[in-house]
């Protein structure tokens, strides 16, 4: 399930390539720029190279850092994998998150470093496969989902409020059962919370909605995201969808969406009738996956790095909010 920012000819030959976000606690991120000699030289990418035959794509990554970098990978896990067409080669890019290592980066190829922020990249040329996974890193590793209904509306704006003052950062609308008057006064008070913070709001099966209330974005459901042809207008900002299973994924993926959901992962009280992937299967479906994917389903704050080495982005949660 690898998107194609170019069409590949069918006997284009794919070069395999690792390419390591090497994250700061803070969420800073190193970024290299190719050394004079090199095809795109001058142009800023993640620290990286080929796999070599044989070679797992864990192994390629701890060699190419030692050689580039001078650091040894203590923890490192598979995010994102792309495949782009350059003029001169067919590259499929496999992107890790590497969280923890030892040493302090260091040029050992005459290449220039820059930490830089997902917010606010200063650098440029970036060469050009990295634009989706600059996006990628300006999502939050949380994923929370109002239930308002639940709570009742006043208690939920309090714990929105709470959660925002605590660093919630991007913010699902999602209430099935509320009168349309309520849920667009609900929407247009949660949008007013989180403007201050710079919080993302999306949402979920009204893009008319959030075009009217000028949300951030549009959360899909899985019958709507099977029914669409095409990307929505790109006046709807941020792009996600509910993925169940592998066609629902497919679909996402073609579709060029910003971010997907999978789930149910854990047994849950919203969808009692799906059965739950576990995160062996969901991780077997998210291998190899070009979206940016939040686990789903029964989980919690704690579950962040679980699923984090499974492969996702981060977790999507009802709970998220208090």
């Known amino acids: 399930?690898?998107?194609?920012?170019?069409?590949?000819?069918?006997?284009?030959?794919?070069?395999?390539?690792?390419?390591?976000?090497?994250?700061?606690?803070?969420?800073?991120?190193?970024?290299?720029?190719?050394?004079?000699?090199?095809?795109?030289?001058?142009?800023?990418?993640?620290?990286?190279?080929?796999?070599?035959?044989?070679?797992?794509?864990?192994?390629?990554?701890?060699?190419?850092?030692?050689?580039?970098?001078?650091?040894?990978?203590?923890?490192?896990?598979?995010?994102?994998?792309?495949?782009?067409?350059?003029?001169?080669?067919?590259?499929?890019?496999?992107?890790?998150?590497?969280?923890?290592?030892?040493?302090?980066?260091?040029?050992?190829?005459?290449?220039?470093?820059?930490?830089?922020?997902?917010?606010?990249?200063?650098?440029?040329?970036?060469?050009?496969?990295n634009g989706p996974i600059l996006q990628a890193l300006s999502l939050p590793p949380v994923y929370a989902i109002t239930r308002a209904a639940e709570t009742g509306i006043e208690a939920a704006l309090q714990h929105i409020e709470r959660a925002l003052q605590n660093g919630l950062r991007l913010l699902q609308i999602r209430e099935k059962q509320m009168a349309p008057d309520a849920l667009r006064d609900f929407a247009g008070k949660v949008l007013e919370l989180a403007r201050p913070h710079q919080a993302r709001v999306l949402i979920n099966g009204n893009a008319a909605l959030a075009q009217e209330l000028g949300a951030d974005g549009v959360h899909f459901t899985s019958p709507q995201l099977m029914a669409m042809s095409s990307r929505p207008d790109p006046g709807y900002g941020l792009c996600a969808a509910s993925c169940h299973n592998a066609e629902e994924l497919f679909a996402a993926e073609q579709l060029e969406l910003d971010f997907a959901v999978l789930g149910p992962v854990q047994p849950t009280l919203s969808h009692p009738g799906l059965s739950p992937l576990g995160w062996r299967r969901f991780a077997t479906l998210i291998r190899g996956y070009s979206l940016p994917v939040y686990a789903l389903g029964g989980l919690h704050r704690e579950d962040l790095p679980i699923a984090q080495e499974m492969g996702a982005h981060g977790i999507a949660m009802l709970r998220g909010i208090e």
């Open 1 to 129: 399930m690898n998107h194609s920012a170019t069409p590949i000819a069918e006997s284009a030959p794919i070069v395999e390539v690792v390419a390591a976000v090497i994250l700061q606690p803070d969420g800073r991120f190193l970024l290299t720029r190719r050394p004079g000699g090199k095809v795109y030289s001058g142009y800023w990418e993640f620290p990286g190279g080929k796999v070599e035959p044989n070679e797992s794509l864990l192994h390629a990554l701890e060699r190419e850092l030692w050689e580039e970098l001078g650091i040894h990978v203590r923890q490192a896990h598979p995010w994102i994998t792309r495949v782009f067409s350059y003029s001169h080669a067919t590259v499929r890019l496999h992107f890790f998150r590497v969280v923890e290592w030892e040493g302090q980066p260091s040029s050992r190829e005459e290449q220039e470093l820059f930490w830089q922020s997902p917010h606010q990249v200063d650098v440029s040329p970036i060469l050009p496969a």
